[in-house]
């Protein structure tokens, strides 16, 4: 069988003017997953929007779409396309999860949740030629699922290509995240077995690793034998938490000595009505100083989550969140517009009340006011997200938080890992566009890192030593 497995992109990665470095981050590994379950004999191609140029003018037997809400209406356009052709074609992910009816009129085969259970069904099925319309996935695990198609992964066209995820969702149930809405009818936080996360890390070549894990510490004992275990693997790696499990004594010291050395966490609002209002429970009365305070002591570079718009904000919130940021010496911050996506509780509040002003999965992107929020107008809530990214990303700010760090490589580091972020679009821009985006990869590591001289190092230039890596050969570990 012919199988093609296609992630679309939303308009914005496919702009031929601009390319952000945040589409050329982590490959599909979604696809890749599910690739795992085909046949020796079946001929298979994955195919990432975000990174390359989709070829539509094939005839596979097969092909295999991952919608998100952002990609959703390109996802069907490229569905269409292919069933007008005659091709079978199998709709899947976030977004189909939380819309099936408008999913199923552009598929042969919908698949609801995640789809280590239904797909190997499905591919049973059509190997008899009895297919079901819907598949419901109900059965949640992560033990004994076949290795992950990495061979599949065009790892030269992504910056962090060593992506990988060895647990599913999170214990948490906030109102604005997709993942109730996903795992609905199964369980909603599961984990791979250690061993089998420690032989996906030992598998994958050179020395840096991104977590994908919506809460990787979220089992502490599934975290602690993690982290005990890679000390000692010289892998350097970065991932989400949240500040709870910052706050725990021993869990983020363990995680530090098997290389952490950025996290994501979500701090999301300073708000405690805000946080109680969106079932954010595990936030409140957390000390947010110290959570970061622990973060850098341990030489972990902190990306802070916020999200603008809650029932509580006013039009002060933007300049009072990046100043505490700012002033904490955070490095990157990752801001966000409350989005409700299909789903979750929060979008069931919202439609209740009257208060969602579009539908147009094109910016439910995190970026676009789609609600009408409480007590500011939706044009203010705009501008003011855009006015806190310029305002944590101006030089002013990035110089402020660099000196608030008490050793001069902390604060080297804290530039490098802001400014190469932010600062430096167009030099991304051309290296993505020249397909050399994973040069850059000694890059990250060294900023991670930081620029304590280790003892017997030789004093590398940066620069050298980024271009003398040939493209897609990074460092065995
Ligand atoms: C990595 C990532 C990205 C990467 C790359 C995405 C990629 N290459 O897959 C980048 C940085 C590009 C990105 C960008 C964005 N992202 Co993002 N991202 C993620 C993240 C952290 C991990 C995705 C992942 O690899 N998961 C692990 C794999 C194994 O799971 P999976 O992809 O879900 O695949 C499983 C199932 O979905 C299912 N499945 C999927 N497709 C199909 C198809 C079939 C046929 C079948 C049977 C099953 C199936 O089976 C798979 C195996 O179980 C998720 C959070 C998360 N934990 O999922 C957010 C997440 C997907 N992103 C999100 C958002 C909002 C965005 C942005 C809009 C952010 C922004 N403001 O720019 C953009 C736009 C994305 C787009 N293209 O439309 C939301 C999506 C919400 C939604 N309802 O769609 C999430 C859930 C984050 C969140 N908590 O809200 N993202």
């Not at 065009?154 to 996903?182: E, Q, T």
């Not at 500011?376 to 809530?381: A, F, K, N, T, V």
């Not at 608030?404 to 804290?414: C, E, M, T, V, W």
Request: include cysteine; glycine fraction near 6%; aromatic fraction near 12%.
């Amino acid at each position: 069988m012919k199988v093609k497995m296609i992630l679309p992109a939303l308009t914005e990665a496919r702009s031929p003017f601009w390319r952000p470095i945040k589409y050329s981050l982590f490959p599909p590994l979604g696809l890749a997953t599910l690739a795992g379950y085909l046949s020796p004999d079946d001929e298979v191609e994955i195919q990432d929007e975000h990174v390359e140029t989709l070829n539509l003018e094939d005839s596979p037997d097969l092909v295999v779409i991952q919608v998100y809400i952002t990609s959703a209406y390109r996802a069907y356009q490229i569905a269409d396309h292919y069933r007008s052709r005659g091709v079978y074609v199998c709709l899947g992910g976030l977004h189909v999860t939380s819309m099936p009816e408008e999913a199923m009129q552009h598929a042969d085969t919908i698949f609801i949740g995640p789809g280590e259970d239904t797909w190997p069904d499905f591919l049973a099925d059509l190997r008899t030629w009895f297919p079901r319309k819907v598949y419901i996935s109900r059965n949640r695990s992560l033990h004994d699922t076949p290795p992950i198609r990495r061979d599949l992964i065009k790892r030269h066209l992504y910056l962090a290509p060593n992506s990988i995820v060895v647990s599913r969702g999170c214990p948490h149930h906030c109102d604005f995240c997709y993942k109730d809405a996903f795992f609905q009818g199964g369980k909603s936080y599961y984990t791979q077995r250690v061993e089998a996360a420690l032989a996906e890390i030992e598998r994958l070549p050179g020395k840096h690793l991104y977590f994908l894990d919506d809460h990787l510490f979220a089992s502490s004992r599934f975290a602690s034998t993690l982290f005990r275990e890679m000390r000692g693997m010289g892998r350097i790696w970065q991932a989400a938490g949240t500040v709870q499990s910052v706050l725990q004594p021993g869990l983020l010291e363990s995680a530090s000595a098997g290389g952490l050395r950025s996290l994501f966490v979500g701090f999301e609002t300073l708000n405690a009505h805000n946080l109680r209002q969106q079932h954010k429970m595990h936030n409140l009365n957390r000390d947010y100083d110290m959570a970061i305070r622990r973060l850098h002591d341990l030489g972990i570079m902190v990306n802070a989550s916020f999200v603008f718009g809650m029932d509580e904000d006013d039009e002060s919130v933007f300049e009072r969140t990046v100043s505490w940021a700012v002033s904490r010496g955070i490095e990157t911050a990752t801001f966000h517009i409350l989005t409700p996506y299909p789903g979750t509780a929060l979008h069931q509040r919202l439609q209740a009340e009257g208060r969602i002003i579009s539908q147009d999965w094109d910016l439910y992107d995190t970026r676009h006011v789609v609600y009408r929020p409480k007590k500011i107008s939706p044009e203010r809530l705009q501008a003011g997200y855009w006015q806190a990214y310029h305002q944590f990303y101006s030089w002013g700010s990035i110089l402020k938080g660099a000196a608030s760090k008490d050793s001069i490589p902390g604060a080297l580091r804290h530039l490098a890992y802001a400014g190469a972020w932010k600062k430096l679009e167009s030099f991304w821009d051309a290296v993505i566009r020249l397909g050399q985006v994973n040069r850059c990869l000694p890059l990250l590591e060294r900023v991670l890192e930081g620029f304590e001289r280790q003892p017997g190092a030789p004093e590398t230039a940066l620069v050298e030593m980024i271009w003398e890596t040939p493209p897609g050969t990074e460092r065995e570990g």
